[in-house]
């Protein structure tokens, strides 16, 4: 602080606890009616004091789903959006880190040309060859499986780059003194490589985590079994009519649910999750 | 950047490459060059004959008003999505980096909503906006608003808005929060000292200091308004009413999946690579000042 300002301060705090209470509102109504009853949410005004129907609703879409909208049950969908979650952070991880030991730490006549290719991936996000992936996923009958819904997803040029950057910083003397103790690339690899990116793989990891998580368009296009789905797709389902005629009891006890797991990666890795944001984008 | 020690293996190199690679070519390439073939063919509306028609996809969209509507709206929708996501967060940020006491629960209670789906975002702001019974219309109502997003465009506009918004506002915080404290006290400090108060400190020193951090999230904002907001709007108004809310990503989604109308989709999807490939020089045009800075 430069100087004592007490208004200055207190007008800060001012902004930021309204800004929280903002940020919190959509969080605190949905957790509300996420305990009621649907005849009491469909009521204007609804209530904003937690109803006794919490482990009902939660039961009901655990199991069961909803009766209006989709049936699925959200556990499962649960069970397909972890597997979505860690499969494409690990998958990734561990392709990224080979890819770019080779390019770091070998020379090789089409060293650039690899270079380049992934790179380019940057710029072809799932969302502009939307049709055509679709088909290729369709033709190699990868449709609702969780090889179509995570392999074409583990390609990232960003954590490969974020390796290579990495062992940039790795010391020459390192490498230098494995070799000429005898080891072999692949014995640096794993005895000196892997230990000193630790940090990195837990940062990515994290990010990762919740690209996975959140996964929206991707199994809307390839998911049409039911229990394919994942939990935001499942929420989507469950909404079939507009307003009063969704059962949105159980549709936000879901959406509590699709948010807890990765909400809570957020908040208490908190330290993993800044850096892997921070070093992603440079 | 190059290293000096480096290992030798005639093999080894590739089979390290080859997952990413195989991947690759299998999910970005093949599908990235088929969209191109696609976008100059024309296709019967069974699907049986494929007719090469040139760039006649293209000229058709560029003609077609619904298309160029889109882009409009695609554009409107992304300016204010960045202009509020970057405006409210950067007023938080100069808050939490100026208050001692609680900044790390701040942080902590702010940072939240990124873990959240864009479609989940859209479904709650849709349940607080729901015409009938969201809680948030029944106060509008009492001040006289009345709120139907389904029929209204503006309010549709809004509501989209609003939810992409809500969950970018995190991110943009915590870029905002490390530019802030890279700032170094000093300069701020000689400032105070001439008298300047903490309004003129802010627009003179700290604002063009942060400027390329600014930059940077501009083009990362409107990546998001762009692509990632397809979720929220497929959650919510499903581009209408009537084509209000289609930005450029969900008519891809729209024409090609819904309608069913390959070559047009990927004649949209082709102008879509150009757009990220320009907004993808305009990221690393930064890079280059960051270095300069």
């Known amino acids: 602080m430069v100087e004592n300002r007490p208004f200055v301060t207190f007008l800060s705090h001012a902004v930021l ?49 909803t009766t209006t909208g989709s049936r699925a049950s959200v556990a499962s969908m649960l069970i397909n959006s972890t597997v979505m979650a860690l499969a494409i952070p690990l998958g990734k991880i561990a392709i990224s880190v080979i890819s770019a030991f080779a390019i770091v730490y070998f020379r090789f006549p089409a060293r650039m040309f690899f270079f380049w290719m992934i790179f380019v991936t940057l710029m072809l996000p799932v969302e502009v060859r939307i049709i055509p992936t679709f088909k290729v996923i369709a033709d190699l009958g990868m449709l609702n499986t969780y090889a179509g819904l995570t392999v ?10 974020l390796f290579r950057q990495f062992f940039m910083t790795v010391p020459d003397e390192l490498a230098e003194a494995a070799r000429v103790d005898g080891a072999g690339p692949m014995r640096f690899f794993w005895d000196v490589l892997l230990p000193l990116s630790k940090t990195t793989m837990a940062a990515l990891f994290v990010i990762q985590f919740i690209y996975g998580w959140n996964q929206y368009l991707w199994p809307l296009l390839i998911t049409t079994d039911e229990s394919m789905y994942t939990t935001v797709i499942g929420i989507k389902r469950m909404i079939v009519g507009s307003d009063a005629a969704n059962e949105w009891n159980l549709i936000m006890a879901t959406a509590i649910l699709a948010m807890l797991p990765p909400a809570l990666v957020v908040m208490l890795m908190q330290r993993w999750f800044v850096k892997g944001l921070v070093e992603t984008e440079k | 950047m190059e290293k000096r020690v480096v290992f030798r293996s005639a093999w080894l190199p590739y089979a390290l490459v080859a997952p990413q690679i195989a991947i690759t070519i299998v999910f970005f390439f093949w599908p990235a060059a088929q969209a191109v073939w696609y976008s ?16 006649q996809n293209f000229a058709a969209l560029f003609k077609d008003g619904n298309y160029l509507e889109s882009f409009k709206t695609t554009a409107l929708f992304s300016a204010l999505v960045a202009f509020f996501g970057i405006a409210i967060s950067l007023l938080l940020a100069t808050m939490a980096d100026r208050v001692l006491r609680g900044a790390m629960a701040y942080k902590t209670l702010l940072i939240w909503p990124y873990a959240v ?16 019974i969201g809680i948030v219309t029944y106060v509008l109502r009492g001040f006289g608003v009345d709120w139907n997003w389904i029929i209204d465009a503006d309010q549709a506009m809004l509501l989209v808005v609003i939810a992409s918004v809500w969950k970018q506002i995190s991110y943009n915080f915590l870029f905002f929060l490390a530019g802030l404290q890279s700032i170094p006290r000093s300069l701020i400090e000689a400032a105070a000292i001439d008298g300047a108060s903490p309004f003129r400190r802010f627009w003179t020193i700290v604002f063009p200091l942060l400027s ?9 904002n409107i990546v998001y308004a762009f692509f990632e907001t397809f979720g929220v709007i497929d959650a919510t108004t499903q581009g209408g009413p009537g084509q209000a809310t289609q930005i450029l990503v969900y008519k891809v989604y729209h024409d090609g999946v819904k309608a069913a109308d390959l070559g047009g989709s990927s004649a949209q999807s082709v102008i879509l690579m150009f757009i990220v490939i320009a907004l993808t020089v305009a990221q690393f045009r930064f890079i280059e000042r960051k270095v300069q800075y």
């Open chain 2, 40 to 55: 100059f063919q024309l296709q019967d509306a069974f699907g049986l004959k494929t007719q090469f028609v040139g760039l």
């Open chain 2, 117 to 132: 789906a864009p479609a989940v975002a859209g479904v709650l702001w849709a349940f607080l906006f729901a015409p009938s």
């Open chain 1, 152 to 161: 074409p997803l583990i390609a990232s040029a960003t954590a490969t780059f």
């Open chain 1, 17 to 65: 606890i309204l800004g929280v209470l903002i940020v919190a509102f959509p969080l605190y109504v949905t957790f509300i009616a996420s305990t009621h009853t649907l005849e009491a949410i469909v009521q204007v005004p609804m209530p904003l004091l937690p109803g006794d129907q919490l482990i009902e609703n939660y039961r009901q879409v655990l199991t069961a789903g």
């Open chain 2, 212 to 220: 390329p951090t600014t930059f940077f999230l501009l083009v990362v």
